[in-house]
């Protein structure tokens, strides 16, 4: 009897390191975690932080509508803020096969009204992260999504002139020509940038908000060039502040969260 408990607690305690070896935390050195994804930078690194977001539609006559919003946040910031410029540009494409002619009435010229369908596609509203799509229902389209992310460093932060009107929370600035019409708009949810595309020719729309990115197409007429571009700049400083700048620093990024980032 007595043999069996003491074999038992030899047993029992011979278990027992190799449960302890089992959990026991792992330390990952500087190297490795420098290589995982989701690293993050100490507020009084960042010098200044920009956006900018253009989205453009190009018709078979050569009509462009468009828009250019950006945004950059330094030290000196107060209250971040978008400026937009609207893009029209008239047709420079008189030749082209795509348009149809119609001297016999007088008017003037206009592009072969879209006959695409394409459906399905609510679900791109609920996506996260970077969502890039293109839908064609057409032929002989362009479309370009592209996102850029752009880190230099220095101690000073490039100098930028705003141009063009400023983007207010809750306000939308609008835009048309015989291309289509566009319009930019802020909210609690952030920046989004839409285009409607004359003679059903299709739609574009491109959005930053809640820390995700949408670039979503659809073509449903042909001979169109979309393009939806979207950079974010950063500059880094090699010597890391500390105490009040640091501080001073992260309320800048906290002013963000205003526009829905």
């Known amino acids: 009897m007595n043999t069996s408990i003491w074999l038992a607690v030899v047993c029992l305690a011979a278990s027992l390191p190799?449960?302890?070896?089992t959990f026991k935390p792992i330390e990952l050195k500087d190297q490795e975690?420098?290589?995982?994804?989701?690293?993050?930078?100490?507020p009084g690194r960042?010098?200044?932080f920009g956006i900018t977001m253009s989205s453009t539609w190009e018709n078979a006559k050569g009509e462009v509508i468009g828009a250019m919003s950006s945004m950059q946040v330094k030290a000196s910031t107060i209250k971040p803020q978008f400026y937009v410029s609207m893009i029209d540009e008239k047709s420079t494409n008189s030749n082209s096969s795509q348009v149809a002619s119609t001297a016999s009435t007088?008017?003037?010229a206009s592009t072969t009204p879209g006959t695409g369908t394409v459906t399905g596609g609510a679900g791109l509203n609920t996506t996260e992260g970077v969502t890039q799509v293109?839908?064609?229902a057409g032929d002989n389209n362009i479309a370009y999504n592209n996102v850029d992310l752009n880190v230099t460093k220095g101690n000073e932060a490039p100098t930028v002139q705003p141009q063009g009107q400023v983007l207010d929370s809750g306000t939308t600035l609008t835009g048309n020509n015989g291309a289509g019409s566009m319009s930019v708009?802020?909210?609690g949810t952030g920046v989004q940038m839409n285009i409607v595309a004359n003679n059903n020719q299709g739609s574009t729309v491109q959005r930053l908000a809640q820390g995700g990115l949408l670039q979503n197409t659809t073509l449903l007429g042909s001979s169109?060039?979309?393009?939806n571009l979207t950079s974010l700049n950063v500059v880094l400083r090699d010597n890391v502040a500390?105490?009040?700048?640091?501080?001073?620093?992260?309320d800048q990024l906290k002013g963000l969260r205003t526009a829905g980032f």
């Open 134 to 136: 293109v839908r064609a």
């Open 33 to 42: 975690l420098a290589n995982l994804r989701g690293r993050y930078v100490m």
């Open 242 to 250: 500390t105490g009040r700048s640091l501080t001073g620093n992260l």
């Open 185 to 187: 708009s802020s909210t």
């Open 46 to 48: 960042i010098v200044s």
């Open 18 to 21: 190799t449960q302890a070896q």
């Open 106 to 108: 007088g008017s003037s």
């Open 224 to 227: 169109n060039q979309v393009r």
